[in-house]
Every structure is written in C-alpha cells, then in structure tokens.
C-alpha cells in the first residue's frame, strides 16, 4: 500500500463508527437500497482502515470477513460511500482510483512521490482560507477542496543520490564513456 499517513485520529471509535453506519443508512434509503450485512461489513472494514484503498485492496480485507462478498458489490459500495460524504476518491500517480474515508476527519491534503508513490498527509488552514478567499471571489459557497503535491521524496533522492555515486565510481563506465565518444552519429567506432 502507498503510504507514510500522517493522521489526527489513528483510529475511529465505535460512536463515529455508529454515526457513519447512520449516515450511510440514510443515504441507502434516499436512493432506494436497503441496508445489507454485506454492506455493513464493508463500511466497517473500510472505516476501521487508515489506509487509502483501491477497490481490490478494500475486497481482500473484507474477504477476510466474509468470503461471499464480491468485487462488484464493494465497488459499488464504495461509490456509495463517496456520494454520501463517507468517502473521497484519492488519485495518486499510479493511475489506480483509491479511496479514504472523510467521515468527522479534518481537511488534509497529499504530497505524493513520484518515483515511489508514497503519500504523506498534511494539514493546512492556509489552504482552506485560500478556497474560502476564491470562493468569496468568484461568488460560490465552498464545500470542499482537493490538493495535492507531486515530487521526489528523500527516500528516493538518496537512492538516485547512490545510484549516480556507484556510476562515478565503476571503472566499467569510464571506458564506456570514453568509447561512446568516439563513435560516430550512426554508432559506428571511429
């Protein structure tokens, strides 16, 4: 899984637990589904994870708790989830949807490797009065926001950092170097 989560709330209490499964119900019943023990064992499993999911993530974790669950009934479920404000669709740079849960969590943001994929979370105010600030500006009433950084982590600098020392020092890449500057355009030895 991608990340380095940096989060207020290591883990949710049975009462917020309890006030999703409300939310969710009420969502259910708005669009005309009914509550099932699947679902429910989903939005726990989904709940009960500090981790951004991808749907195939999500469907092996709740397999463990009931193997009759589906794919499809977990991606569904998902986006269930995201249309009634329990969860948000997270993109990083692997092309692969994840999600998160956003039920009673504050405004974070992402900073994400793009070498790695590792994510890190962060938390700032400045940037939810920059939304508000727009907002005021172009006359719109803000509900939400999405930021995200891209860049190298120091993890992966210090790889690219060894990988370009162990170059300098292979005696093997000084040759190559001398003889790739003697070939000609088309790569023929000169």
């Not at 509550?35 to 991808?54: D, K």
């Not at 269930?80 to 943001?109: K, M, P, T, W």
């Amino acid at each position: 899984m991608l990340q380095k989560r940096i989060d207020d709330q290591p883990t949710i209490s049975r009462e917020n637990i309890r006030e999703a499964e409300s939310i969710f119900l009420k969502h259910l019943r708005h669009v005309g589904l009914k509550q099932t023990g699947q679902r429910s064992t989903i939005l726990r499993t989904f709940l009960e994870t500090r981790e951004h999911l991808s749907t195939d993530e999500l469907h092996r974790l709740v397999k463990k708790k009931d193997p009759h669950i589906g794919f499809t009934t977990v991606y569904r479920t998902l986006k269930l989830f995201a249309d009634c404000g329990l969860a948000s669709e997270v993109a990083f740079h692997d092309g692969i949807a994840r999600y998160e849960h956003q039920y009673n969590r504050r405004s974070h943001h992402h900073m994400v490797c793009t070498k790695c994929g590792a994510s890190v979370e962060f938390f700032s105010p400045e940037v939810g009065e920059i939304e508000k600030e727009i907002g005021r500006k172009h006359h719109y009433l803000t509900t939400r926001h999405s930021f995200q950084i891209y860049g190298v982590c120091q993890d992966c600098r210090k790889e690219d950092c060894r990988k370009e020392d162990g170059r300098k020092q292979d005696p093997q890449n000084e040759d190559r170097r001398k003889e790739d500057g003697r070939r000609s355009s088309d790569g023929r030895m000169v």
